[in-house]
């Protein structure tokens, strides 16, 4: 059974719409991360997030805004959405105090036209 | 700041071939180092970690050695096989382990 679910698998959006990417975690982690992966970067952080708190940002956007309603949630909103914007993004998660071994859900790749 | 440089790739080899992926870092600490493996659609997979200087991890027939001194973590595989072609990534944790940083990925692509 995964351990970390990521919904949608694929998403097509359109310029200026508003999506946001699901994440929810069965490992009984409680830090949760975004990272994102485009054909121009590599594996790239974005947030992360412990017992249900920002700790680190690394996103200059705010059209970027995680959300935690659950401690095994962390979801990714993402407005007004660009071109540049398309990329997959991977949700990982973490044991405090083993923060260092992160484990990656399968993604959700995203594409705006 | 912490960086983490790797072979470029794609690195295509015959199965039965030796396999080396350089990675070499740059941190001003001693942080566990981080092998992943990515298969295509798939999310980043922990291969293996190495927790200390001078230690060697090893998993599915891969293995590396964490080298203080070289500030280098090469993966090696003496004998890679058609189901190894996948992207690798070295990694390391910030200091304030909130955060990996990847290299950029080496493509394997093994032919039989």
């Known amino acids: 059974d995964p351990k970390i679910i990521q919904k949608p698998k694929y998403l097509v959006a359109v310029t200026g719409s508003e999506k946001i990417l699901i994440c929810e975690q069965y490992l009984g982690h409680n830090a949760m991360y975004w990272y994102r992966q485009s054909a121009k970067k590599p594996l790239e952080f974005m947030f992360s997030y412990s017992y249900q708190k920002l700790m680190d940002n690394q996103t200059a956007s705010s059209r970027f805004q995680p959300q935690s309603s659950k401690k095994n949630h962390l979801d990714l909103q993402i407005t007004a959405l660009k071109p540049d914007d398309s990329a997959t993004y991977f949700c990982?998660?973490?044991?405090?105090?083993?923060?260092?071994?992160?484990?990656f859900g399968p993604g959700t790749r995203l594409l705006v036209l | 700041g912490d960086s983490v440089t790797q072979t470029e790739g794609p690195v295509t080899l015959s199965e039965g071939t030796s396999l080396t992926v350089n990675c070499s870092y740059e941190t001003k600490q001693y942080p566990t180092l981080f092998w992943y493996v990515q298969y295509p659609g798939e999310g980043p997979q922990l291969l293996f970690k190495v927790p200390k200087a001078n230690e060697k991890g090893s998993s599915r027939g891969f293995e590396a050695t964490y080298n203080k001194e070289a500030t280098s973590f090469h993966l090696q595989k003496a004998s890679v096989q058609e189901s190894d072609s996948a992207v690798y990534y070295c990694a390391l944790p910030t200091s304030s382990g909130q955060k990996l940083v990847f290299g950029q990925g080496t493509i394997l692509k093994v032919y039989l």
């Open positions: 990982a998660s973490s044991q405090v105090g083993n923060q260092d071994t992160q484990y």
